[in-house]
């Protein structure tokens, strides 16, 4: 299997992995991030910027911000790549990805509390990501073993 193909297979496990996480958490769990809403403002405020109506129905507007998460965690988490060195890309890859979740939304006008209520939000914001991060890089990694037994 080519690599970019190992890599985009363990970016996209890995995303889907941080958005069930999140939409499973987030329901139970009083304190948990709301990246979801930082999602749905994120298009609402890119598509007015862009002279387009955004969806009325918070329903809609909530499903386009999971497919954009899915699709933008894939790409970011694909970063990782496979083989041994990706456990470190991916742990890394992921823990700037939960920092930015903590530290980016306010300077970029889509509110703070979604992701720094308090430290236990931003705490699990971080790990979440670290976990997409991680879970990339080990499937990344996984694939990669088929060259490895094919030799020798």
Known sequence: MNNVIKAVAGGFVGACVVTLV???V????????????????????????GGAQPPQDDDKLHTWA??????????????????????????ILGAAAGAGAV????????GEKPSNRTPK???????????GGMVAAAVGYALSGDEEEGQG
């Open 22 to 24: 999140h939409e499973t």
């Open 26 to 49: 987030r329901r139970f769990v009083p304190d948990a991030p709301r990246m979801d809403v930082l999602g749905m403002r994120s298009i609402s405020k890119l598509m007015k910027k």
């Open 66 to 91: 999971l497919v954009g998460d899915i699709i933008s965690n894939s790409l970011y988490y694909s970063m990782a790549g496979s083989g041994k060195s990706a456990l470190w890309r991916g742990s």
């Open 103 to 110: 530290l980016l939304p306010g300077p970029m006008g889509l």
């Open 121 to 131: 939000t931003q705490a699990m914001a971080i790990g979440y990501y670290l976990l």
